[in-house]
């Protein structure tokens, strides 16, 4: 793999790992509480940040992604945790998905991180600069889930 692509994975994990090190020692009450002056909860975010990574690989490949059709209803642009269901991940599961989750992009892309697809409506061509994007996007939700314990422990 390009040392440049080799960089964009190392980034990929360390966002990663640092989004999920906020949220070590969170509990599942404390996951699904909504602080006054927030529209979500800190399981929507993280649930919202593992679709949110598939969605733009599928957005740009036309290619399903490897979560249930579900998490789109539950974790998807304009949803909030009404939405939810007794059969939404609980916060346990969005984390062992989020720890797997760069794994899994770079196993299944590996090949083709600078392959050439249609453009998106920013005006991305690869996989690669999906995940430039996502990882920007990651960086607004964990300031978020910041914020919401922030307001918890207040």
Known sequence: MKRRLEVLFKQLKTYRNELLTVVEEVT??????IPEGFNNNIRWNLGHVLLDQYL???VLTKEE??????YND????????????VETPRLQ??????????????ERNRFRLEQEFPSTDMDMHTIEQVLVRTI???GLHLGAIQAIKRRLHA
């Open 28 to 33: 599942e009450e404390e996951a699904d509480l």
């Open 56 to 58: 733009w690989i599928q």
């Open 65 to 70: 992604h490897p979560l249930p059709a579900a």
């Open 74 to 85: 539950w974790f998807g642009f304009g949803t909030n945790p009404s939405h939810f269901t």
């Open 93 to 106: 599961e969005l984390l062992g998905s989020l720890r797997r989750q760069p794994d899994d992009i770079l």
């Open 136 to 138: 920007f996007h990651e």
